[in-house]
Antibody, heavy 121, light 106 residues
Framework: EVQLVQSGAEAKKPGESLKISCQGS????????IGWVRQMPGKGLEWMGI????????KYSPSFQGHVTISADRSTSTAYLQWSSLKASDTAMYYC??????????????WGQGTMVAVSS | IQLTQSPSFLSASVGDRVTITCRAS??????FAWYQQKPGKAPNLLIY???TLQSGVPSRFSGSGSGTDFTLTISSLQPEDFATYYC?????????FGGGTKVEIK
């Protein structure tokens, strides 16, 4: 079964660092782009960025560039989303997602279960 | 590319035909998708490449459009269809989502 399994919920303080994960299984991890999507409480979906694990080609939304880092480890079939200094406004649910077709991004049909990040002093 | 989705809220009855539209700020190719999201759940892909039905999605869902105007149609609304729907363009980076349409029971 193809699936993405995300790390558990996090409660952090402003200024702290954080790295959340998304582990793929049941498919050739390196061959599919993996994207990250933010959903703030009660709000819509926001596309953050995407990485191609085969060559680590990464693209960011300007809204998130410089504030988060997306990476991937082919040896563990895991993608990561990390912050060096969290803000209260980073409080949200974060989803990773994979397209249906290797090497192409035409729609995300496999989603992780989401990781809730709460940032509060 | 900005996506303007309308309406943002829709009240409808079981059996109704429902249409949701998404207008792009510039013309885009066929890389356009629609998702359904229910409370507390991850989004679910319904349509990709403008009009291709994702495997397992009921045939009452359909997508159409080209250029800057795209449409999701539910031919006969079912109880399990009450949810929030999002469009997404995958033509050019940064990929973007529409603001969402919440479909509620009348």
């Amino acid at each position: 079964e193809v699936q993405l399994v995300q790390s558990g919920a996090e409660a952090k303080k402003p200024g702290e660092s954080l790295k959340i994960s998304c582990q793929g299984s049941g498919y050739t991890f390196a061959s599919y782009w993996i994207g990250w999507v933010r959903q703030m409480p009660g709000k819509g979906l926001e596309w953050m960025g995407i990485i191609y694990p085969r060559d680590s080609d990464t693209k960011y939304s300007p809204s998130f560039q410089g504030h988060v880092t997306i990476s991937a480890d082919r040896s563990t079939s895991t993608a990561y989303l990390q912050w060096s200094s969290l803000k209260a406004s980073d409080t949200a649910m974060y989803y990773c997602a994979r397209p249906a077709v290797p090497g192409i991004v035409n729609g995300f049909n496999i989603w992780g279960q989401g990781t809730m990040v709460a940032v509060s002093s | 590319i900005q996506l303007t989705q309308s309406p943002s809220f829709l009240s409808a009855s079981v059996g109704d035909r429902v249409t949701i539209t998404c207008r792009a700020s510039q013309g885009i190719s066929s890389y356009f998708a629609w998702y359904q999201q229910k409370p507390g759940k991850a989004p679910n892909l319904l349509i990709y490449d403008v009009s291709t039905l994702q495997s397992g999605v009921p045939s009452r869902f359909s997508g159409s459009g080209s250029g800057t105007d795209f449409t999701l149609t539910i031919s006969s609304l079912q109880p399990e269809d009450f949810a929030t729907y999002y469009c997404q363009q995958l033509h050019i980076y940064p990929l973007t989502f529409g603001g969402g349409t919440k479909v509620e029971i009348k």
